[in-house]
């Protein structure tokens, strides 16, 4: 989608798709430690909340990016990715681990 609608040959350069994709994968692995640390330390349902903030500000800030006089678009768009994917790295372990700390005991 990005190619088709910010490039003329409708393709991302590979340099591109690089970026986003290391950028992707770093956020999500930097939420997991940091926010699974600062989990342990301050609670599991306060970060659990703070992580859909953190979601929901990453997400709304990819709606609104875009190309300015001096900056292209994807320089906003990869910075708002991380901090939306910050967040689901750290989101994907707690939900498993809340799952099971308040499901019933049989």
């Avoid at 040959?9 to 640390?37: E, K, R, W």
């Avoid at 900056?71 to 990715?81: D, E, H, S, T, Y």
């Avoid at 707690?94 to 499901?103: L, N, R, V």
Wanted: glycine share 14%; net charge neutral; hydrophobic share 45%.
């Amino acid at each position: 989608m990005i190619g088709l609608a910010f490039y003329k040959s409708h393709i991302i350069p590979t340099q591109v798709d690089t970026a986003i994709n290391l950028s992707t994968t770093a956020g999500a692995i930097c939420g997991q430690v940091v926010l699974d640390y600062l989990a342990d330390k301050l609670g599991r349902k306060r970060m659990y909340g703070l992580e859909l903030i953190i979601i929901l500000i990453g997400t709304f800030g990819q709606s609104i990016s875009g190309a300015g006089p001096g900056l292209a678009v994807l320089g906003p768009l990869i910075f708002w990715r991380v901090v939306m994917v910050v967040g689901v790295g750290g989101d994907y372990p707690h939900s498993s681990i809340i799952t099971s700390e308040f499901s019933t005991v049989k």
